[in-house]
């Protein structure tokens, strides 16, 4: 068929979708325009700086177990060595590895024995105060900072308070004394009235201060604690810590016993922890650079109306606009009045491009120019009584295909998307589809690519 007409036809089916869609076709092109814009601007902050650590506090419970001289016999309770304690914790990180903690710890240390020599007990409050250094592990190196879970070691020195208190009278102020039998009477076992003793059962209440008969030793020490644990994001203000804190002390007093080995206890504990500070930002950094107020109140064309109320874009500078930002046109005749050569066009008259009344000789002119173009277009598309053009033209693409088609006639690459059915062929349907597509702003097509599409129907 006839070259002349195939360009003639795509000449004629292009603009007209293209002049019917106009406005999509704008807002495309002004979404491209804003995805350029933005991209450069995401280079603009790409090394911004992450927000300052702020230091976090723990506040915990947790249980103390001691390890000392006394408890090596038989024990009146397996619980009698377990006591609790409150502590409270500081700490401020330095980077993803390191952290630096100061601390307190409030409770109690306790222990009790019963053996064939010697009866013993003691309890007494303890104050410590550390200073640690923490090694985390949610460093980016071995768990994600990010991780729900963060192990952590620590390790430091500190200063232990105590006082060891026995229980040693009932609420009477009867003295116990411990028989061979395991029974516990108000008078000694080798006492001449033996006889009339009286049994006793202990309260618990330490009542009594221990001294040791020989030594007036210091109710303080130094200490070194060693720790470890884990934590459990729940947000990102708030973790919670499990852990367990060994303390090696330089002093053999604190159950007033010195037996040649210095005394340790353990604190097993839980907190909850409050991380102070702000989340970090982890949106695109393209986003923080925009000034979205800017863009808001943003007048592109100065008329005085924002860019997201003005109606009509780039008015020249000068003109007067109404609320929309539209040039005034005082007579409605769709001609602004910076453009109309007559501003006082009556109602309902016909004008030209220059808002001039077009005379009734000139618009019958007009009238017969379009009618012709209209025949044109019709014979053009019409002509064959029971087929239109393009599906003639449709036809003899799919008869040229059963005989093999013309040779080298395959679909190029950047054309593949419009064949939907995947038969090697491009058909008025895939086309329209295409057309659709793009003026719907689902298709990667260009003008361009649809030209190429078209002349690709009329050339296989």
């Given at each position: ?11 004629l089916l292009l603009p007209i979708l293209i002049s019917t869609h106009k406005k999509k076709t704008f807002l495309l092109l002004l979404v491209a325009m804003l995805s350029v814009k933005g991209t450069l601007l995401s280079q603009t902050k790409e090394d911004e700086e992450k927000p300052k650590q702020l230091p976090s506090v723990a506040l915990g419970i947790g249980i103390l177990t001691f ?394």
């Amino acid at each position: 068929m006839p070259k002349e007409n195939n360009k003639e036809l795509k000449k004629l089916l292009l603009p007209i979708l293209i002049s019917t869609h106009k406005k999509k076709t704008f807002l495309l092109l002004l979404v491209a325009m804003l995805s350029v814009k933005g991209t450069l601007l995401s280079q603009t902050k790409e090394d911004e700086e992450k927000p300052k650590q702020l230091p976090s506090v723990a506040l915990g419970i947790g249980i103390l177990t001691f390890n000392g001289d006394i408890g090596n016999g038989i024990k009146p309770s397996k619980y009698s060595k377990i006591k609790g304690g409150l502590n409270l914790t500081v700490e401020q990180r330095i980077g993803k590895y390191i952290g630096v903690s100061i601390s307190g710890l409030y409770g109690k240390l306790s222990d009790n024995e019963s053996t064939e020599t010697r009866n013993l007990n003691f309890q007494s409050k303890i104050i410590q105060a550390d200073l640690c250094l923490v090694a985390h592990f949610d460093n980016d190196l071995i768990f994600q900072r990010k991780s729900i879970f963060a192990p952590y070691l620590m390790a430091g020195v500190g200063f232990l308070k105590f006082d060891p208190y026995g229980d040693l009278k009932d609420a009477n102020g009867n003295t116990y004394y411990y028989w061979r039998d395991g029974s516990i009477k108000d008078l000694a076992e080798s006492d001449p009235a033996y006889f009339k003793a009286k049994e006793l059962k202990r309260d618990y209440t330490y009542e009594t201060q221990l001294k040791d008969s020989t030594t007036d030793y210091k109710r303080s020490s130094l200490s070194f604690p060693l720790g470890l644990g884990f934590k459990l994001k729940l947000a990102y203000n708030i973790d919670v810590n499990l852990g367990a804190t060994y303390y090696v002390t330089m002093t053999d007093w604190i159950d007033n016993v010195k037996d040649g080995k210095n005394d340790k206890y353990l604190f097993t504990h839980f907190s909850l922890q409050y991380n102070f500070g702000k989340r970090e930002d982890n949106s695109p950094v393209r986003y923080k650079s925009v000034d979205f107020s800017a863009i808001d109140n943003q007048d592109t064309d100065g008329d005085k109306i924002k860019d997201k109320d003005d109606k009509c874009p780039g008015t020249p500078v000068g003109v007067k606009v109404d609320l929309n930002g539209c040039p005034l046109d005082g007579d409605g005749d769709g001609v602004p009045d910076y453009l109309d050569k007559e501003v006082f066009t009556a109602p309902g008259g016909i004008v030209d491009d220059a808002g001039v009344t077009l005379s009734d000789s000139t618009l019958a002119l007009k009238q017969q120019q379009f009618d012709s173009l209209a025949t044109e277009r019709s014979k053009m598309l019409y002509e064959n009584p029971s087929l239109s053009y393009l599906q003639e033209v449709e036809a003899k693409v799919k008869e040229s295909a059963q005989n093999g088609g013309k040779p080298g006639m395959t679909i190029p690459e950047s054309l593949k998307p419009a064949d939907k059915d995947n038969d090697g062929l491009i058909t008025t349907a895939e086309i329209t589809a295409a057309i659709d597509s793009f003026f719907d702003g689902e298709s990667s097509f260009t003008v361009e690519k649809l030209n190429e599409l078209i002349d690709f129907f009329f050339d296989q």
